[in-house]
């Protein structure tokens, strides 16, 4: 099984490092937090660009690091992608990348033609990179990385210097990446809602240390999550488009437990999708309602009822199949139910949006 394991420790004043970790080989891995959490420290660690003292790493059965030996930055099959892209500005958009090239030591599964096609940038091959806006910017960057023909991709906040309109327009050529090249991508952020749309392992750090980890969709709805609390919980299940419904714009997406209406996008049946369900809007009854305006009705187990960010207010985590779903109700909701772990519901699910 393909596995990253990463055991390290690193003292500066005030803060410390100190994280034991066995992450997927394969995919995307979030290392998610607030600033000063340590992920920066974290992903510089595993590129080898910060020394730790009996650290070891281990890149799918591989070692780069450990009591014995330390495997140098150049010799790290590795691409990396900082904040600031960073890019020669005497160079075209062509000869920054073909210096990435002369990095390359060995063939790999990724050409550059496939890069510059999966970044929509071959249009700006012949431009100096002053010239380009900042989206086009961090493209150039992260094709120059993938350039040297990694076996992993390390991303450190790629979208912190751009505004929103511009993280919109490269969103999806990091789901291209995503889902087109078989290289595993670590990719560092804040942003709850980048992490959601991309990820599909996720590490959460605290204070230097792990505070939760696991698979994507299984860590946001579960309920030690620290960093999404209260009317901002929400629940993310992977599905596929099963139909469209052009007549009433609407489509249905099926996930493991069930299936739910969504706006139409015009995403075409069988193409995986992602979609974000927020606790405030899914409602709990006893019994299924069809006399209702809400479509998406689905049975469900109680599965835990905690606090939620109001004294008046409780989360109720509700497994529907192998998927769970967050909603969010007032405590008197919650007595009038008498709802308790164990139990047998409907869920109505109000909003469901696909991640794009």
């Known amino acids: 099984?393909?596995?990253?394991?990463?055991?390290?420790?690193?003292?500066?004043?005030?803060?410390?490092?100190?994280?034991d970790l066995t992450m997927p080989g394969t995919g995307v891995t979030a290392i998610f937090g607030r600033s000063g959490s340590?992920?920066?420290?974290?992903?510089?660690?595993?590129a080898g660009l910060e020394r730790s003292p009996h650290g070891f790493l281990s890149f799918n059965g591989e070692v780069w690091q450990d009591d014995c030996r330390f495997l140098p930055v150049h010799k790290r099959p590795l691409g990396y992608v900082f904040q600031e892209a960073s890019l020669f500005p005497h160079l075209s958009v062509r000869k920054n990348l073909l210096f990435g090239l002369k990095r390359c030591t060995a063939e790999g599964a990724v050409s550059l033609g496939q890069v510059i096609e999966l970044l929509g940038i071959d249009h700006l091959l012949e431009r100096k990179t002053d010239c380009l806006s900042g989206g086009e910017r961090q493209r150039v960057a992260i094709a120059r990385a993938l350039a040297v023909s990694p076996r992993i991709?390390?991303?450190?906040?790629?979208?912190?210097?751009?505004?929103?309109?511009?993280?919109?327009e490269i969103l999806p050529y990091l789901e291209r990446l995503r889902d087109e090249l078989h290289i595993p991508i670590l990719y560092v952020s804040h942003s709850a809602a980048e992490v959601?749309?991309?990820?599909?392992?996720?590490?959460?750090l605290d204070g230097g240390r792990v505070s939760a980890q696991g698979p994507l969709v299984e860590t946001l709805a579960g309920t030690g999550f620290p960093l999404?609390?209260?009317?901002?919980?929400?629940?993310?299940?992977?599905?596929?488009?099963?139909?469209?419904?052009?007549a009433w714009c609407l489509m249905r997406v099926e996930f493991a437990g069930?299936?739910?209406?969504?706006?139409?996008?015009?995403?075409?049946?069988?193409r995986r999708v992602r979609l974000l369900?927020?606790?405030?809007?899914?409602?709990?009854?006893?019994?299924?309602?069809s006399d209702s305006s809400i479509l998406n009705s689905l049975p469900g187990l109680v599965e835990t009822v905690l606090d939620g960010e109001h004294p008046g207010l409780s989360l109720v985590l509700v497994r529907i199949g192998a998927s769970k779903l967050l909603a969010r109700v007032t405590k008197r909701s919650l007595a009038a139910l008498s709802l308790e772990p164990g139990q047998s519901v409907w869920v109505q699910v109000k909003s469901a949006s696909v991640m794009e």
């Open 38 to 46: 340590g992920k920066t420290t974290l992903l510089r660690a595993i």
């Open 277 to 289: 369900v927020p606790s405030g809007g899914v409602s709990i009854s006893l019994e299924r309602h």
């Open 153 to 168: 991709l390390l991303m450190d906040e790629p979208l912190s210097a751009l505004d929103s309109e511009r993280k919109q």
């Open 1 to 19: 099984m393909d596995q990253i394991i990463a055991r390290f420790r690193v003292d500066w004043p005030g803060f410390t490092l100190d994280v």
């Open 228 to 246: 999404c609390a209260g009317k901002d919980r929400a629940v993310v299940l992977d599905g596929v488009v099963a139909e469209r419904d052009e």
């Open 258 to 270: 069930g299936s739910l209406w969504s706006r139409d996008r015009g995403i075409p049946p069988g």
């Open 196 to 204: 959601s749309r991309l990820a599909d392992h996720l590490v959460v």
